[in-house]
């Protein structure tokens, strides 16, 4: 059973950063290709970031290119998601992801989630 952990959400002002981070259970990090997802109020689910398992390439959503760094650490099994610049539109809770589905970028393709960080963004 793959099971996942958020952590590193809070209050911060624009311009600031925040690093979340995601527990992995054994060998997860490096079966499966894992990814960052967020859901605002009201709003639907939407792809962040991307890392694959095969060859380490990372793949991001347009809005948060130049601002955000996803990384994993096979050895400990976690995954991150360093965020900068951070703005007010990017509240949400932010979820962690795993597929074993290649290059995937949509919810339906990722089979184990987290529960989600909440991170705020004041202006």
């Known amino acids: 059973q793959v099971r996942l952990d958020e952590s590193g959400g809070g209050l911060v002002q624009a311009g600031a950063s925040l690093r979340l981070s995601c527990a992995a259970s054994?060998?997860?990090?490096?079966?499966?290709?894992v990814g960052w997802f967020r859901q605002a109020p009201r709003k639907e689910r939407e792809f962040v970031a991307r890392?694959?398992?095969?060859?380490?390439?990372?793949y991001y959503a347009d809005f948060v290119k130049g601002r955000f760094t996803i990384s994993r650490d096979n050895a400990k099994n976690m995954v991150y998601l360093q965020m900068n610049s951070l703005k007010p539109e990017d509240t949400a809770v932010y979820f962690c992801?795993?597929?074993?589905?290649?290059?995937?970028?949509?919810?339906?393709?990722?089979?184990?989630w987290g529960q989600g960080t909440q991170v705020t963004v004041s202006s």
């Open positions: 992801a795993a597929t074993i589905v290649t290059f995937a970028t949509t919810p339906g393709n990722f089979h184990y």
């Open positions: 890392s694959s398992r095969k060859d380490g390439s990372s």
């Open positions: 054994e060998d997860t990090v490096s079966n499966y290709d």
